[in-house]
Nanobody, 115 residues
Framework: QVQLVESGGGLVQPGGSLRLSCAASGSIFSFSAVGWYRQAPGKERELVAH???????NYADSVKGRFTISGDNAKKTVYLQMNSLKHEDTAVYYCHAVQWQINYWGQGTQVTVSS
């Protein structure tokens, strides 16, 4: 089993920054994909940023140039640096990983962008 635990969410003003962290633990061998999704109220869950072994790094168009995904293999942690935050970035952010074609999800962390 794999556990993913997110942290770093909170309330931030428009134009501000936050860094999300996702710590992985458990039976980790090799993730074929790891990254972040988000779900705003009344909307479907959507991809924010992902790192895959096949295609490298991929960002949603809405966050390109503002968000950066990175990872620390030694710490088994993936990060999402979010800059120039907008009201429309408000959502629950979920960490996601794939190992042996099994999808794993974190519990989510709330990001609220409001003045």
């Amino acid at each position: 089993q794999v556990q993913l635990v997110e942290s770093g969410g909170g309330l931030v003003q428009p134009g501000g920054s936050l860094r999300l962290s996702c710590a992985a633990s458990g039976s980790i061998f090799s993730f074929s994909a790891v990254g972040w999704y988000r779900q705003a109220p009344g909307k479907e869950r959507e991809l924010v940023a992902h790192i895959t072994s096949a295609a490298g790094i991929n960002y949603a168009d809405s966050v390109k140039g503002r968000f950066t995904i990175s990872g620390d293999n030694a710490k088994k942690t993936v990060y999402l640096q979010m800059n120039s935050l907008k009201h429309e970035d408000t959502a629950v952010y979920y960490c996601h990983a794939v190992q042996w074609q099994i999808n794993y999800w974190g519990q989510g962390t709330q990001v609220t962008v409001s003045s």
